[in-house]
């Protein structure tokens, strides 16, 4: 079992921008990718990001490509999203995620999640 932190939420306006982290512990060497999601209220878990924690390799949801990038430093066992020229509708919880798949981009390809973290844009 890996146990996964998000941190780095809060409240911003829209134009600005946040750093997540995600730090792993426990069985953290198996991990193969990891992943962050997002939801509100009333609404599923949609994929945002992912990144494999060998080499490196990306995906993102259409929503966010060109404003957010997803990273990792293998020796803090932490991913990183940041998220640039934020809009409104990029309120949510964000939850990382952790697989021993690849590049997994949907929720059920994940084995373990973080307890999230809030962020609102306000316009």
């Known amino acids: 079992q890996v146990q996964l932190v998000e941190s780095g939420g809060g409240l911003v306006q829209a134009g600005d921008s946040l750093r997540l982290s995600c730090a792993a512990s426990?069985?953290?060497?198996?991990?193969?990718?990891m992943g962050w999601f997002r939801q509100v209220p009333g609404k599923e878990r949609e994929f945002v990001a992912t990144?494999?924690?060998?080499?490196?390799?990306?995906s993102y949801a259409d929503s966010v490509k060109g404003r957010f990038t997803i990273s990792r430093d293998n020796a803090k066992n932490t991913v990183y999203l940041q998220m640039n020229s934020l809009k409104p509708e990029d309120t949510a919880v964000y939850y990382c995620?952790?697989?021993?798949?690849?590049?997994?981009?949907?929720?059920?390809?994940?084995?373990?999640w973080g307890q999230g973290t809030q962020v609102t844009v306000s316009s």
């Open positions: 990144i494999t924690w060998n080499g490196g390799a990306t």
């Open positions: 426990g069985r953290s060497f198996t991990i193969v990718t």
């Open positions: 995620a952790a697989s021993r798949g690849v590049l997994i981009t949907t929720r059920d390809g994940y084995d373990d």
